[in-house]
């Protein structure tokens, strides 16, 4: 297991074309979630969930996907339908996690939308400190209700992220990253 702090630092997504498998073992994927579901959550709400696709799962999945897609793309090549259809089929496994936030007597939604942010984010350190590499992402269809319904999404509840879990191909190059000077401030009063 790398350091953590490492980890932290040189943490990068890599593409879910460049995620293959072996993916996560079930033991591998209760850590995942375990992890996922320890973050901070005021009022104990537990305004998240998470949804598990691997295997030919994630192609029947893919159909709900096309079928969206046909619907808005009535001519769309077979190419077209078929990227479509292996969305959720390019990494070995697929973790969505779904935001349950909504109005509370006492907790912000805003809070409850982050505590879901910080359930992905939790996700995809997990992959990375299990020695897989992770990338969280949304796409098109985490905003189309037909696909949703497929997934069995309520009306209240909305896609955070499809993390995509997988074996990096090959180690990833950095990206730019922005200067500390430039977002972040020391507080002094005036
Ligand atoms: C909520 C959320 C949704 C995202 N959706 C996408 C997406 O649909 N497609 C994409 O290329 N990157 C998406 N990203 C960005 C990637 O997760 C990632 O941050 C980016 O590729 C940079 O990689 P890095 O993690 O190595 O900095 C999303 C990020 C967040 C936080």
Known sequence: MQDALQLLK????IKPVELGGPGPTAAEIETLLTVASRVPDHGKLVPWRFIIFEGEARLAAGEAI??????????????????????????????????RAG???????????????????SLVLAAHALGYAASWITEWYA??????????????????????????????????RPPLSEIATRFSSR
């Open 103 to 121: 109005p509370h007597v006492k907790i912000p939604e805003w809070e409850q939308v982050l505590s879901a942010g910080a359930a992905a984010m």
């Open 66 to 99: 096309v079928a969206a897609f046909r619907s808005k793309y009535p001519d769309a090549k077979p190419e077209h339908v078929e990227a479509e259809r292996n969305r959720l089929a390019r990494a070995p496994l697929v973790i969505a996690v779904v935001s």
């Open 10 to 13: 040189t943490r990068r997504s």
């Open 143 to 176: 905003y189309d209700r037909s696909v949703l319904d497929a997934l069995g999404l309520a009306p209240n509840e909305r896609i955070a992220g499809f993390v995509h879990v997988g074996r990096p191909s090959a180690p990833p190059e950095d990206r730019p």
